[in-house]
């Protein structure tokens, strides 16, 4: 088992940033690639950012690129988000990801964290 714990949500004015944290623990050995995604009210869970666990891959959807950028701290077993130039369309509740194979449908997930960018 792997087990994912996210922080770092808030409240943030249109144009400022935040940077979210994903701390993995457990079995971490079994991870291949660990990834962000959001789900706004009233609408499905989408691919935001992930990387490989050797953090040699990273991918990220169209909507953020440029703004965010998804990083690793092999230390800490810690994948971070930082998200700048934040738009009020980036609103929504924010799960981290971990899959042994799949980089668009983990098998584990964290809790959640809301981020919430107002206009």
Request: hydrophobic content about 30%; overall charge positive.
């Amino acid at each position: 088992q792997v087990q994912l714990v996210e922080s770092g949500g808030g409240l943030v004015q249109a144009g400022g940033s935040l940077r979210l944290s994903c701390a993995a623990s457990g079995r971490t050995f079994s991870i291949y690639t660990m990834g962000w995604f959001r789900q706004a009210p009233g609408k499905e869970r989408e691919f935001v950012a992930g990387m490989t666990w050797s953090g040699t891959t990273t991918r990220y959807a169209d909507s953020v690129k440029g703004r965010f950028t998804i990083s690793r701290e092999n230390a800490k077993n810690t994948v971070y988000l930082q998200m700048n130039s934040l738009k009020p369309e980036d609103t929504a509740v924010y799960y981290c990801g971990a899959d042994k194979i799949s980089w668009y449908r983990p098998n584990y997930w964290g809790q959640g964290t809301q981020v919430t960018v107002s206009s």
